[in-house]
């Protein structure tokens, strides 16, 4: 099986260990990441607050390098697929904006590329059984809260994947590994990470805010698909003992797929996760 692959900004910067251990991972269950050649920044939040046309010709310019493939597209950066997945949907519905992309862009839409997040992607093409059976070494005792931030299954008539308000595939994809997953009641808030650099004492008490309410869930870690809320969570916090490691769920299926490299990638974090994977035995 094979995918194309946006990597984005993020994944070969600040967030290595989550494109390390997405490869890694969809190689060991047989899904193949094709990354696109050439591929643009996505514009991301900073785009379409100055300039809606730019928001929608940059990630169409990923579109076309996958639509060249001809292979539906993996985006494993929360803001990253929101972006193409907003672009792809202004394509498909809108045929003035269509026009001016295609003359933009120098390219022909045919709408025969599917995007995914990557969470998405190994939810529908490899399934949760099929991850569950792959396991080796379970996360016993490991309690989670999983954070699905504002980006990830909104706005639902364009993502059209889990519950926009309510979401549940990263929550069975831990339970699949053999960790607990804690309900809680801020999976979908924003961390604010497009006001991390602008706004950082506002960002600070938005973190703090989840980082608290994921320890009075009883969690020991939280658990994400968004680099931007990844390194917001573990970078943007007060010093109050909000210690909690924020893992990319991809790290855990390969720590409980117990691939060779799974190790490494937590040297990456700023929070060190080593020690709570150590209290738990599953690290050496």
Not at 16 to 37: F, H, I, N, P, T
């Amino acid at each position: 099986m094979k995918l194309s692959y946006f990597p984005g900004c993020s994944l070969g910067s600040t967030a290595k260990e989550y494109d390390y251990s997405a490869r890694s991972v969809c190689q060991a269950l047989g899904m193949e990441l094709v990354e696109l050649k050439d591929w643009v920044c996505c514009g991301a939040t900073s785009a379409h607050s100055t300039n809606h046309l730019l928001s929608i010709a940059l990630p169409s310019r990923n579109l076309a390098l996958a639509q060249e493939t001809g292979l539906d597209l993996a985006v494993p950066c929360s803001a990253c697929y929101n972006r193409v997945k907003k672009a792809d949907y202004n394509m498909r519905h809108n045929d003035e904006m269509r026009q001016k992309i295609e003359e933009i862009v120098e390219f022909k839409y045919r709408g025969q590329v599917n995007v995914y997040s990557l969470l998405e992607a190994l939810i529908t093409k490899i399934g949760v059984e099929a991850i569950a059976k792959n396991v080796k070494k379970p996360l016993k005792g490991l309690k989670v809260v999983c954070f699905y931030g504002c980006l990830l299954v909104r706005p639902p008539e364009v993502t059209c994947f889990d519950n926009s308000e309510n979401p549940v595939a990263l929550d069975n994809i831990v339970k699949a590994l053999g960790a607990e997953s804690i309900p809680w009641s801020y999976k979908t808030d924003c961390c604010g990470a497009n006001l991390g650099l602008t706004s950082s004492n506002v960002v600070q008490g938005m973190v703090n805010r989840l980082l608290e309410a994921a320890k009075e869930a009883g969690a020991m870690a939280l658990v994400t698909a968004c680099p931007l809320c990844q390194s917001n969570l573990e970078m943007r916090r007060k010093e109050r003992g909000t210690d909690l490691p924020a893992f990319y769920f991809t790290e855990l299926i390969g720590l409980a797929m117990d691939l060779p490299d799974c190790r490494k990638w937590f040297n990456l974090h700023l929070i060190n996760p080593k020690p709570l994977l150590q209290s738990l035995s599953l690290a050496d």
